[in-house]
T-cell receptor
C-alpha cells in the first residue's frame, strides 16, 4: 500500500507556456501533500506543503504565483508551473502523507520538466 | 538551524564488499531518522527509519542503520553490496513541531565495481 503516482513522468514545454503536474495517492487518502524540487546531483528542496481544501504553504524563496499548487481532493494535488522559463527545468517530486504527521511521506516517481 | 550532513558525496565499493554511508544531524532533541534510496530518474524509496527503541534498525534490501546519540549519527550499512545497489542514498531527519518537515542531506552516490 501507500503508492503515489505522478503524471506526466516527463514533459517538454516551450518558454512562456504553463505546465501542470499531477500527484495522486492511489490507495490511501492523503491529508497532506508535498512538492519538492531536485536539481541535478542535488538534494530535494521542499517547495510547498498543501492540505486538502486549504491554500498551500510555500517555503521561503518559492514564488507562489509561478508555482501554483492545488490540493483539490484527498487523493490529488497539482503543481502548475506558470510562464515557464528554462531555469524552471528540473525534477519535481511529490510526496503524500496519510496523516498530519508529515514524517510519514510516500514519494512519487518524479516528473522531469524541460523548458526549451 | 536543523540540518543533516552526509559527508561523502560519492563512494565506490566492489561488489560483495561491505558498505557504510555516513549521516550526521545537528545537535538537539532526537529527531526521527530515515534513509531513502533513489535510482536514476526515479522517486525515493524508504529503506528504513528510526523513531525510538532499539538503536539498530533493519530495513529492506539487506540494509541496516545504527543510531548513535552520542555522535548524532545514523549510519547506513550493508554487509555485502550488490551491483543493483548502485544509486543515490539520502539521509533525512524530521524534527517535528509546528514547522516540522523532512530535511534531506545532500545525498551520497554509490557506485559498485564488478
Amino acid at each position: 500500500g501507500a503508492v503515489v503516482s505522478q503524471h506526466p513522468s516527463w514533459v517538454i514545454c516551450k518558454s512562456g507556456t504553463s505546465v501542470k503536474i499531477e500527484c495522486r495517492s492511489l490507495d490511501f487518502q492523503a491529508t497532506t501533500m508535498f512538492w519538492y524540487r531536485q536539481f541535478p546531483k542535488q538534494s530535494l528542496m521542499l517547495m510547498a506543503t498543501s492540505n486538502e481544501g486549504s491554500k498551500a504553504t510555500y517555503e521561503q524563496g518559492v514564488e507562489k504565483d509561478k508555482f501554483l499548487i492545488n490540493h483539490a481532493s484527498l487523493t490529488l494535488s497539482t503543481l502548475t508551473v506558470t510562464s515557464a522559463h528554462p531555469e524552471d527545468s528540473s525534477f519535481y517530486i511529490c510526496s503524500a502523507s496519510r496523516s498530519v504527521r508529515s514524517y510519514e511521506q510516500y514519494f512519487g516517481p518524479g516528473t522531469r520538466l524541460t523548458v526549451t | 538551524a536543523q540540518s543533516v550532513t552526509q559527508p561523502d558525496i560519492h563512494i565506490t565499493v566492489s561488489e560483495g564488499a561491505s558498505l557504510e554511508l555516513r549521516c550526521n544531524y545537528s545537535y538537539g532533541a532526537t529527531p526521527y531518522l530515515f534513509w531513502y534510496v533513489q535510482s536514476p530518474g526515479q522517486g525515493l524509496q524508504l529503506l528504513l527509519k528510526y523513531f525510538s527503541g532499539d538503536t539498530l534498525v533493519q530495513g529492506i534490501k539487506g540494509f541496516e542503520a545504527e543510531f548513535k546519540r552520542s555522535q548524532s549519527s545514523f549510519n547506513l550499512r550493508k554487509p555485502s553490496v550488490h551491483w543493483s545497489d548502485a544509486a543515490e542514498y539520502f539521509c533525512a531527519v524530521y524534527y517535528g513541531g509546528s514547522q516540522g518537515n523532512l530535511i534531506f542531506g545532500k545525498g551520497t552516490k554509490l557506485s559498485v565495481k564488478p
